[in-house]
């Protein structure tokens, strides 16, 4: 069946380093991707997406890797801080007018 | 500018009664939806609106979950007979319109409470 899961339900980094979270999809038509992040109490905000066309993505502090062979996404938290601790949600997409399947989550700790 | 709203914030009922929990989207976006998020999961897809429309049902649980959504801006789910299962945070998002590429913001959800 359909499904966006995730490898690690939680990390915990210091403060400054790296940080990578990944995201497993089974779907292979899935053409288009998001991460979210969720604080406690609020709801997800999109970080950065990716389409299926393209393999790397970046923002500010953040990069996006796709891996359509393995089926395989990740996201990059680069100098990680403290106001980066939250869940991170994974989600694909596969042109069903925008409906979105979420991976389970993995919560972010930063330790300053 | 404002953001997705949603009212009540808490809701918490005793099990067979019904309630509605209410959407307002950003304004001018034209696809709104609904998600479900069970303590310490994901979030699951229930409905998404584009316009007044909903395409896409095939994540509502049951015929006790209904939504609907007049004059393309508020959307309303209400939930019939609640049962202790039913307990999660009812997220609602919504974007430009429907389909890739278009951001879903979303609110701060409903935390719903059966007894």
């Known amino acids: 069946g359909e499904s966006v899961g995730l490898h690690l339900p939680t990390l915990s980094v210091q403060e400054g380093d790296n940080s990578i979270i990944n995201c497993a999809y089974s779907n292979s038509a899935s053409d288009y991707f998001i991460w979210y992040k969720q604080e406690s109490g609020k709801g997800p905000q999109f970080i950065i997406d990716?389409?299926?066309?393209?393999d790397k993505r970046q923002g500010q502090r953040v990069t996006v890797l796709l891996n359509k062979t393995v089926k395989h996404l990740s996201l990059q938290i680069a100098a990680t801080q403290p106001g980066d601790s939250a869940v991170y949600f994974c989600a694909e997409n596969y042109n069903q007018g925008g409906k979105l399947i979420f991976g389970q989550g993995t919560e972010l700790s930063v330790k300053p | 500018g404002a953001g997705v709203s949603q009212s009540p914030s808490n809701k918490v009922t005793e099990k067979g009664k019904d309630v509605e929990l209410r959407c307002d989207p950003i304004s001018g976006h034209t696809a709104l939806y609904w998600y479900r998020q069970s303590l310490g999961q994901g979030l699951e897809f229930l409905i998404y609106f584009q316009g007044n429309s909903a395409p896409d049902k095939s994540g509502l649980p049951s015929d006790r979950f209904s939504a609907e959504r007049t004059g393309g801006s508020v959307s309303t789910l209400t939930i019939q007979r609640t049962q202790q299962e039913d307990s999660a945070v009812y997220l609602c998002?919504?974007?430009?319109?429907?389909?890739?590429?278009?951001?879903?913001?979303f609110g701060p959800g409903t935390r719903l409470t059966v007894l």
């Open positions: 998002a919504s974007s430009w319109t429907s389909g890739m590429n278009n951001e879903q913001f």
């Open positions: 990716i389409r299926s066309n393209m």
